[in-house]
């Protein structure tokens, strides 16, 4: 059982062949009292991609908001438990969360590209950082690498928000690297996105591995088995009061966890028996 969690322990290969770069240690959310996701323990790999799939309810993008610190922004969500960034406890007090934020940075389901041009959506998170480097160029270089520039450079001046939704959900990838994140958190990004721009960017997303480490949120089975090298399974189960809450089932390589599940939760998942 290599690979399942056990309450304190949890020794993966993730572990032996990549640094830690979130260790999560006994983490719960609550939202209003509520119990929404049972303790997780899990450790994230650096530079891979690590996919979240499960049931709707289960508490995924719960857990990717932990990551930096989003449930903060949700009046009644409370998070315990200690969840480690290289190192650091990002549930102490002491931690500025917007900096975090800086380091790991969001892209949400829907494409939320700014009301302002597509040069504008880029260069305005880091003029308003204090950014002193050429501006043209980090514009540049962040469109590049999101692999859209071909499309975008002869209209920089054009509204981000009149782009097709593949294209603006590349720019709000584009946006997110501007800022030279660590880590980039992804909430199902392709869920609004036909399957040519779906394709664009997993193999986006493919690329961005070499530099950045990836989670991703994902109902899309067959995307999580063609890009992730880490698959995360939550499931949900009924408490004593019968409220459902999630849980982590079952962390596993990929390749793994479509072929041979260590889990039977996870098998009957995966092979569509309920979900
Ligand atoms: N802002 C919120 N306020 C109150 N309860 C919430 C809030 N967000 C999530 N929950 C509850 O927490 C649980 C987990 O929700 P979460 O959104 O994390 O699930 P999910 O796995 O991302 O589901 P989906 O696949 O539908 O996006 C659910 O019971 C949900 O109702
Ligand atoms: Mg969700």
């Not at 719960?28 to 799939?53: M, R, S």
């Not at 002869?154 to 782009?163: E, F, I, Q, R, Y």
């Not at 959900?169 to 946006?175: G, P």
């Not at 880490?230 to 849980?247: L, Y």
């Amino acid at each position: 059982m290599a690979y399942y969690h056990s309450k304190n322990r949890l020794d993966t290969k993730a572990e032996q062949h990549n640094n830690v770069v979130f260790d999560v240690e006994g983490v719960k959310v609550y939202y209003d009292g509520f119990l929404a996701l049972l303790d997780v323990y899990l450790k994230i790999p650096e530079k891979q991609i690590t996919a979240f799939i499960g049931p709707s309810g289960c508490g995924k993008s719960t857990l990717l908001r932990c990551f930096n610190r989003m449930n903060d922004l949700i009046p009644k969500a409370k998070v315990e438990g200690r969840l480690y960034y290289r190192d650091r406890n990002i549930y102490d007090p002491k931690i500025n969360s917007v900096k975090l934020r800086r380091q790991v940075g969001m892209v949400f389901q829907r494409p939320n590209p700014f009301p302002k041009s597509i040069y504008e959506n880029i260069a305005f998170g880091p003029r308003a950082n204090g950014y002193k480097g050429n501006m043209d160029e980090l514009v540049e270089d962040s469109l590049r690498r999101a692999a859209i520039w071909d499309e975008v450079k002869d209209k920089l001046k054009a509204k981000g928000t009149a782009l097709s939704g593949g294209q603006q959900q590349r720019l709000c990838i584009a946006r997110a690297i501007a800022m030279k994140p660590d880590v980039l958190l992804m909430d199902e990004p392709c869920s609004a996105l036909d399957p040519i721009s779906t394709r664009q960017v997993e193999e986006l997303c493919l690329e961005l591995k070499e530099q950045y480490t990836i989670i991703m949120v994902t109902h899309n089975m067959q995307q999580a088995s063609r890009i992730a090298d880490w698959t995360a399974f939550f499931n949900t189960e009924i408490d004593e009061h019968g409220k459902r809450r999630g849980k982590l089932v079952e962390f596993s390589p990929t390749e793994q966890m479509f072929s041979s599940p260590t889990t039977k939760e996870a098998e009957e998942y995966i092979s569509g028996r309920f979900g």
